[in-house]
């Protein structure tokens, strides 16, 4: 904001005060409005936003205090100047403990009165873009973006509320996107860990051999191409939150290595002959039945105990209906932030369509399309015929899917194969039977087209 163009108000009783304060400001180009006494700078300042408010300490109704008190309320990014007496100096200065900026003694200084103004308003300035990023910061909250409105969702974020202040072990159960990540940051956002890091680790992107070296780090020369000393994820992580991703899909040889520092809670990096403490917070994710695992002797079942402490099952979002419009709004947001677009909005004939899709890829699903609409879309408002066939065939009804004109017949094979094992049986016997083909023909088209079922 110039600050040629501030708003200020100036409440005084005494018409010669305030004509000459206002003759004074209104040389540097600011905006001035005067008046006689509280109750009309109240039905001003209840009509209007001031950047700077000078008060007279004592004039007809509301006092400069009360009005001081008022403004602190409803308008805290507001900066007031307390007009006062020489005998009334204590009590202004009462005033700059209620969050007055400053006070000016009668017969006001003009000179001192420009300064003090110029630097109440670069304190709006301030006050005003901190406010602004703290506002962004909040929006952009991992737990902030945790849409709520089901209540299955409700049930996880009260868990999350819960277990966010120890800490103890959590294990984050759900599908493939549902918002694992997005979970584990949110319960570090919100722990006594938040201000040290957050390091996550996907597991399932390990071989056996790099495993320790990636989580506990190594020394310099400990094995070929050692060039360097390198801290592993549990360093990286100190005093702050680890997040094993994928945990399931660690080795079982690379358990034993895991369960021994969640126990100890210490780790000894390759090659290096000194045993360093993990001061870590453990915040595992799957997407596999580590109870079936563990029974399978896939999982060693004292570290699944280990790291089940406290589970929190993460809803996919074919049961969260009621928050589907909300990320919908949310995803579109960012998509056009990000692709510099316009702001765009789904109309409610492409919104059941949305609603009526079962997104077997959960959230990070939904934002892949939403991402792809906003770049192959020109209109500002989404509509059906911008969407993808098999989310039109669903809001239209079961027992029918569209096929588009020039479509080659091992398109259309593939399409009828795949919507029948999705919306009539996932029982390969019963589909074959429905499609009139042979169990043996079904399970090769399937590998031809490269459908998982």
Same mark, same amino acid.
């Given at each position: 904001?110039?600050?040629?163009?501030?708003?200020?108000?100036?409440?005084?009783?005494?018409?010669?005060?305030?004509?000459?304060?206002?003759?004074?400001?209104?040389?540097?180009?600011?905006?001035?409005?005067?008046?006689?006494?509280?109750?009309?700078?109240?039905?001003?300042?209840?009509?209007?936003?001031?950047?700077?408010?000078?008060?007279?300490?004592?004039?007809?109704?509301?006092?400069?205090?009360?009005?001081?008190?008022?403004?602190?309320?409803?308008?805290?990014?507001?900066?007031?100047?307390?007009?006062?007496?020489?005998?009334?100096?204590?009590?202004?200065?009462?005033?700059?403990?209620?969050?007055?900026?400053?006070?000016?003694?009668?017969?006001?200084?003009?000179?001192?009165?420009?300064?003090?103004?110029?630097?109440? *308003?670069?304190?709006? $300035? /301030?006050?005003?873009?901190? @406010?602004?990023?703290?506002?962004?910061?909040?929006? !952009?909250? +991992?737990? %902030?973006?945790?849409?709520?409105?089901?209540?299955?969702?409700?049930?996880?974020?009260?868990?999350?509320?819960?277990?966010?202040?120890?800490?103890?072990?959590?294990?984050?159960?759900?599908?493939?996107?549902?918002?694992?990540?997005?979970?584990?940051?949110?319960?570090?956002?919100?722990?006594?860990?938040?201000?040290?890091?957050?390091?996550?680790?996907?597991?399932?992107?390990?071989?056996?051999? *790099?495993?320790?070296? $990636? /989580?506990?780090?190594?020394? @310099?020369?400990?094995?070929?191409?050692?060039?360097? !000393?390198? +801290?592993? %994820?549990?360093?990286?992580?100190?005093?702050?939150?680890?997040?094993?991703?994928?945990?399931?899909?660690?080795?079982?040889?690379?358990?034993?290595?895991?369960?021994?520092?969640?126990?100890?809670?210490?780790?000894?990096?390759?090659?290096?002959?000194?045993?360093?403490?993990?001061?870590?917070?453990?915040?595992?994710?799957?997407?596999?039945?580590?109870?079936?695992?563990?029974?399978?002797?896939?999982?060693?079942?004292?570290?699944?105990?280990?790291?089940?402490?406290?589970?929190?099952?993460?809803?996919?979002?074919?049961?969260?209906?009621?928050?589907?419009?909300?990320?919908?709004?949310?995803?579109?947001?960012?998509?056009?932030?990000?692709?510099?677009?316009?702001?765009?909005?789904?109309?409610?004939?492409?919104?059941?369509?949305?609603?009526?899709?079962?997104?077997?890829?959960?959230?990070?699903?939904?934002?892949?399309?939403?991402?792809?609409?906003?770049?192959?879309?020109?209109?500002?408002?989404?509509?059906?015929?911008?969407?993808?066939?098999?989310?039109?065939?669903?809001?239209?009804?079961?027992?029918?899917?569209?096929?588009?004109?020039?479509?080659?017949?091992?398109?259309?094979?593939?399409?009828?194969?795949?919507?029948?094992?999705?919306?009539?049986?996932?029982?390969?016997?019963?589909?074959?039977?429905?499609?009139?083909?042979?169990?043996?023909?079904?399970?090769?088209?399937?590998?031809?087209?490269?459908?998982?079922?």
């Amino acid at each position: 904001m110039p600050k040629q163009q501030a708003e200020i108000l100036i409440a005084d009783d005494e018409i010669f005060i305030r004509e000459g304060l206002q003759e004074a400001l209104q040389k540097n180009g600011y905006a001035i409005e005067t008046v006689a006494d509280g109750h009309q700078a109240r039905q001003l300042l209840a009509e209007r936003d001031f950047h700077l408010v000078i008060l007279d300490l004592r004039m007809p109704g509301p006092s400069g205090m009360d009005l001081l008190q008022e403004i602190g309320r409803q308008k805290s990014d507001t900066q007031c100047i307390i007009l006062t007496a020489h005998g009334n100096v204590s009590t202004a200065v009462e005033a700059m403990r209620m969050g007055a900026y400053d006070f000016l003694t009668k017969p006001v200084d003009l000179d001192h009165l420009r300064l003090m103004v110029d630097r109440a *308003l670069d304190r709006f $300035e /301030l006050v005003t873009e901190n @406010r602004k990023l703290h506002n962004r910061l909040e929006k !952009d909250s +991992p737990f %902030r973006r945790l849409v709520r409105l089901s209540p299955a969702m409700q049930a996880a974020t009260a868990t999350i509320k819960q277990v966010a202040q120890s800490d103890v072990p959590v294990l984050l159960r759900g599908e493939t996107g549902v918002g694992k990540d997005l979970v584990a940051r949110s319960i570090h956002e919100r722990s006594k860990r938040r201000e040290a890091p957050f390091v996550a680790v996907n597991c399932g992107g390990f071989t056996e051999e *790099l495993f320790s070296s $990636e /989580l506990f780090g190594h020394k @310099r020369g400990a094995f070929t191409g050692a060039h360097a !000393d390198r +801290p592993g %994820r549990f360093a990286l992580a100190e005093g702050g939150t680890l997040f094993l991703d994928e945990i399931g899909e660690v080795p079982i040889k690379n358990q034993v290595e895991l369960l021994r520092v969640l126990e100890s809670h210490e780790f000894q990096p390759l090659g290096d002959p000194q045993v360093h403490h993990a001061n870590v917070r453990i915040i595992a994710a799957t997407n596999r039945d580590l109870e079936g695992a563990v029974a399978s002797n896939a999982f060693r079942e004292d570290l699944y105990y280990r790291l089940n402490v406290v589970p929190i099952d993460i809803p996919p979002l074919r049961n969260r209906q009621e928050d589907i419009p909300v990320l919908i709004e949310m995803c579109l947001d960012e998509a056009c932030r990000a692709q510099d677009q316009p702001p765009k909005k789904v109309s409610p004939e492409a919104m059941e369509c949305l609603l009526a899709h079962p997104w077997p890829g959960n959230v990070r699903e939904l934002r892949n399309l939403l991402q792809r609409l906003v770049v192959t879309s020109s209109d500002t408002v989404i509509r059906p015929e911008h969407l993808p066939g098999s989310l039109i065939d669903l809001a239209a009804g079961p027992g029918h899917f569209s096929v588009r004109i020039g479509s080659s017949l091992e398109m259309v094979e593939a399409e009828l194969i795949r919507q029948t094992l999705q919306r009539v049986t996932s029982n390969r016997r019963e589909a074959a039977a429905i499609l009139g083909i042979s169990v043996r023909s079904l399970q090769y088209k399937l590998k031809q087209y490269k459908i998982s079922s």
